[in-house]
């Protein structure tokens, strides 16, 4: 079976993001892009399973501008098969990226759409769902554990309650958090020999896909800061502060 | 004018508390009427709490063998087949919304808003990005707005409604594909709940193991408050993963969040900056956390948490 796995091009989890003072966004230029830390998972999920024996085919594909081809890049060096990218400059939201894979998948047939459970540039976290509900497929988001067995899959999802399990049958979606593992690291020969691994390109027009109705961002703005508090010497100082404040 | 519809979250008995804070968020919208769903298997009891929830116009009853679970596939289609008469379908931003929601803007072909933390009309809100490090103004296009509430932002309203509750058939085929086996709970039932917790104490990778941990529930027992942790604190297994607070994990919002070998990363703090007052015990005089914390004190917890239980005794 194949693995479709997505991976966004973000901001790198480590800048500290600046708002831009007319309000029209978040400064991105200059600043380190890196791939969605949960897409990592996802893609080191999708190995795991191509190296216990229960996938022969791991995809990676990208929605993005052309420098999204560096986090594909990425994808291959850590062991993905081959790249597909849907090149587009355009801000492409979550049910447009939805309808996108939607479209490949209807080519590629995977048996598992194995994406993050939110990219940390928008914290949307909806891609997934949106996927599943548009291919009719079962939904396992947020896991932490995944059993492939044949033709279904027990996914353990972390949920606010605890871990709920679910049995679901494939093909599906699954959708991955931080606890399913650690990715690996890519060794140079790995990037070398990801250089000759093939990359697929499309525009979204190519694939006949139409551009969900969108969001529309009116302005972006800084939150309201927390007043910086003060440094106490002692625990009765604290105690005697929080008793003042009424907390205790 | 704006026809509300919320998805009431619940375990079959008790109706969560952030149905209660999406109401709030409703309020916002002047609204002609707002409904609660509540999906069971038998749900009689929840809906009765969500009828004592102000400002609910009706509770609508929809049980069925099936909805025994919070699954998403098994409940998108039911509330698909609702929400023609609605302009707003709304449900918290927890994990119970933000699996189920998406589901439903997808096939009604809308975008989802996720995460509303203000209502400035019934079409335009904030959300956070980047970890809470932004905020845009959104607003949705034509069409059923599905959204998210982010329940840090908003209070529980009141209880003292009482709304008529309507029973409901939904006569949708519902899939097979996707089947509940098991829910493992941490067995905290018997201290606070983190969402609705009024004081926080919250250990991270400082404190060091499972067993030291003990200081820190033993310190929220004393305080009444429910326990947090850090992801570091979580990924070394000194603590189950439902307590994990922050961009990924709880976003909350209690009076008194007090932080104890916690260094303030931003993923962290994205889950604790709607917080009344801030606490931060760390022994790094540069821990980010201080840059946020209303008090700091720098010191060894092992040392401070004995020191504060006998101030508090
Ligand atoms: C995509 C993504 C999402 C994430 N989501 C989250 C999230 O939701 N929540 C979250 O918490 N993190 C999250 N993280 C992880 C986050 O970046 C940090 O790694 C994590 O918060 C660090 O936890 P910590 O503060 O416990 O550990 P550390 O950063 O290791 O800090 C431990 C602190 O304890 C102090 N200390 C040690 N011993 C003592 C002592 N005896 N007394 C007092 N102080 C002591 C040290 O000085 C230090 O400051 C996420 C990361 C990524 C990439
Ligand atoms: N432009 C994109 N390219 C590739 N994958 C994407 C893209 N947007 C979203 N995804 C996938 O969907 C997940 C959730 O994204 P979101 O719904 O935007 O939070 C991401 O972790 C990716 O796996």
């Known amino acids: 079976m194949k693995i479709l796995v997505g991976v966004k091009r973000v901001v790198d989890f480590n800048v500290r993001i600046q708002v831009k003072a007319d309000g029209s966004g978040v400064a991105t230029e200059g600043v380190k892009m890196s791939m969605n830390p949960f897409d990592e998972i996802a893609v080191e999920e999708a190995l795991r399973l191509k190296e216990a024996g229960k996938a022969e085919e791991v995809i990676a594909i990208t929605i993005g501008p052309k420098a999204s081809q560096e986090q594909l890049r990425t994808a291959l060096a850590m062991g993905a098969d081959r790249a597909i990218h849907v090149e587009t400059d355009e801000d492409v939201q979550p049910l447009t990226a939805a309808r996108i894979l939607k479209a490949i998948t209807d080519k590629e047939e995977p048996k598992i759409v194995m994406l993050g459970k939110q990219a940390i540039d928008d914290d949307n976290n909806q891609t997934a769902q949106m996927l599943a509900a548009l291919a009719n497929w079962p939904q396992a988001?947020?896991?932490?554990?995944?059993?492939?067995?044949?033709?279904?899959?027990?996914?353990?999802?972390e949920i606010d309650a605890g871990l709920e399990t679910l049995s679901i049958d494939l093909p599906a979606v699954i959708s991955t958090d931080l606890r399913l593992n650690e990715p690996r690291y890519v060794k140079l020969p790995d990037i070398m020999k990801a250089k000759r691994k093939p990359i697929e390109t499309f525009t979204i027009a190519e694939l006949g896909i139409e551009p969900a109705a969108a969001v529309k961002v009116l302005k972006t703005s800084a939150p309201a800061a927390r007043q910086a508090g003060i440094k106490v010497a002692s625990v009765d100082e604290l105690v005697a502060a929080l008793k003042e404040k009424g907390l205790i | 004018m704006a026809k509300v519809l919320i998805i009431a979250e619940h375990d079959g008995k008790k109706l969560n508390g952030s149905t209660a804070r999406v109401m709030t968020c409703a309020q916002g919208l002047s609204a002609e009427s707002v409904e609660i769903a509540v999906f069971a298997a038998e749900g009689a009891a929840v809906a009765e709490q969500a009828a004592a929830i102000s400002g609910v116009t009706k509770v609508l009853l929809i049980e069925n063998p099936a909805n025994e679970h919070a699954t998403a596939a098994i409940l998108a289609p039911q509330i698909e087949a609702l929400a023609s008469e609605y302009s707003h379908v709304l449900a918290p931003s927890t994990t119970f919304g933000k699996d189920l929601t998406p589901r439903i803007a997808a096939h009604l072909a809308v975008p989802q808003i996720s995460d509303i933390m203000r209502v400035e009309s019934p079409r335009i809100f904030d959300r956070p990005i980047y970890a809470g490090n932004a905020v845009i103004t959104v607003e949705a296009p034509e069409g059923i707005v599905v959204g998210t509430v982010r329940t840090a932002s908003f209070s529980e309203a009141e209880k003292t409604g009482s709304a008529t509750i309507e029973k409901r058939e939904i006569n949708v085929e519902l899939?097979?594909?996707?089947?509940?086996?098991?829910?493992?709970?941490?067995?905290?039932?018997?201290?606070?709940?983190?969402?609705?917790?009024?004081?926080?104490?919250?250990?991270?990778?400082?404190?060091?193991?499972?067993?030291?941990?003990?200081?820190?529930?033993?310190?929220?027992?004393?305080?009444?408050?429910a326990v947090g942790a850090s992801r570091a604190a979580v990924d070394a297994g000194f603590i189950p993963n439902d307590h994990q607070v922050g961009q990924t994990g709880k976003i909350i919002a209690p009076e008194l969040y007090m932080s104890f070998g916690i260094s303030g990363a931003i993923?962290?703090?994205?889950?604790?900056?709607?917080?009344?007052?801030?606490?931060?015990?760390?022994?790094?005089?540069?821990?980010?956390?201080?840059?946020?914390?209303?008090?700091?004190?720098?010191?060894?917890?092992?040392?401070?948490?004995?020191?504060?239980?006998?101030?508090?005794?």
């Open chain 1, 141 to 157: 988001t947020f896991a932490s554990k995944i059993d492939v067995d044949g033709d279904s899959a027990n996914v353990t999802r």
């Open chain 2, 175 to 225: 899939p097979s594909h996707t089947r509940f086996v098991k829910l493992e709970t941490s067995g905290s039932a018997d201290r606070p709940d983190l969402q609705a917790a009024a004081k926080v104490v919250s250990g991270g990778r400082g404190v060091g193991s499972t067993e030291n941990f003990k200081v820190i529930y033993d310190l929220a027992d004393k305080l009444g408050a």
């Open chain 2, 267 to 313: 993923q962290h703090l994205a889950g604790i900056k709607d917080a009344g007052t801030i606490v931060a015990i760390n022994k790094d005089p540069d821990a980010p956390i201080f840059e946020i914390a209303d008090f700091g004190l720098v010191g060894d917890l092992f040392e401070i948490i004995p020191e504060l239980e006998k101030a508090l005794a």
